[in-house]
Antibody
Framework: EVQLVESGGGLVQPGRSLRLSCTTSGFTFGDYAMSWFRQAPGKGLEWVSFIRSKAYGGTTEYAASVKGRFTISRDVSKSIAYLQMNSLKTEDTAVYYCSRTLGWPPYYFDYWGPGTLVTVSS | QTVVTQEPSFSVSPGGTVTFTCGLSSGSVSTSYYPSWYQQTPGQAPRTLIY???TRSSGVPDRFSGSILGNKAALAITGVQADDESEYYC??????????FGGGTKLTVL
């Protein structure tokens, strides 16, 4: 059974950093791309970041709203994807979700974690 | 800045049919955008419904169907049930590893 679980959320002050983890099981992690998303309170879903599988270069992409501040990475030996969030702003407050991603056609997100809440506040 | 448009809300009676659309602020949606659809109830993670325009994800009943209608992607739900009351999001693949979500459509089952 494919499972994804996010962790690492919490309360953090503006300007500080936080690292989220997406721990996976039930599939060959190295064969898949991974993505991060977020949902601010009362708002819609926003795609945040994407990392390709090693077969596709392991390269990364970011939404304009986080580019230069957030970094996605993966540890294939541990089957974990990470989202390093630096220079956090109050507007980064959201539930953060990770998903297993088909980074090749048909380009979609098939399994999701339950999310972890990040609150940026002084 | 690419904006993906969705109707903010819909209401439907149980047993009815509803069709949501997913458009672009500039241009037409085609299968090349690999439209996908996700259902989300409050406090829950999204659930994948449809991918690649019209392919149902595993376990999704055939009451849910996807298509291209005119210049937009569309999600239809037939025989609406009370537990279909959710937020529905479309996502378009813009290429180069970039996706954009629509703002979501809130479905109310009367």
């Amino acid at each position: 059974e494919v499972q994804l679980v996010e962790s690492g959320g919490g309360l953090v002050q503006p300007g500080r950093s936080l690292r989220l983890s997406c721990t996976t099981s039930g599939f060959t992690f190295g064969d898949y791309a991974m993505s991060w998303f977020r949902q601010a309170p009362g708002k819609g879903l926003e795609w945040v970041s994407f990392i390709r599988s090693k077969a596709y270069g392991g390269t990364t992409e970011y939404a304009a709203s986080v580019k230069g501040r957030f970094t996605i990475s993966r540890d294939v030996s541990k089957s974990i994807a990470y989202l390093q969030m630096n220079s956090l702003k109050t507007e980064d407050t959201a539930v953060y979700y990770c998903s297993r991603t088909l980074g090749w056609p048909p380009y979609y997100f098939d399994y999701w974690g339950p999310g972890t809440l990040v609150t940026v506040s002084s | 800045q690419t904006v993906v448009t969705q109707e903010p809300s819909f209401s439907v009676s149980p047993g009815g049919t509803v069709t949501f659309t997913c458009g672009l602020s500039s241009g037409s949606v085609s299968t090349s955008y690999y439209p996908s659809w996700y259902q989300q109830t409050p406090g829950q993670a999204p659930r994948t419904l449809i991918y690649s325009t019209n392919t149902r994800s595993s376990g999704v009943p055939d009451r849910f169907s996807g298509s291209i209608l005119g210049n937009k992607a569309a999600l239809a739900i037939t025989g609406v049930q009370a537990d279909d009351e959710s937020e529905y999001y479309c996502v378009l693949y813009m290429g180069s590893g970039i996706w954009v979500f629509g703002g979501g459509t809130k479905l109310t089952v009367l």
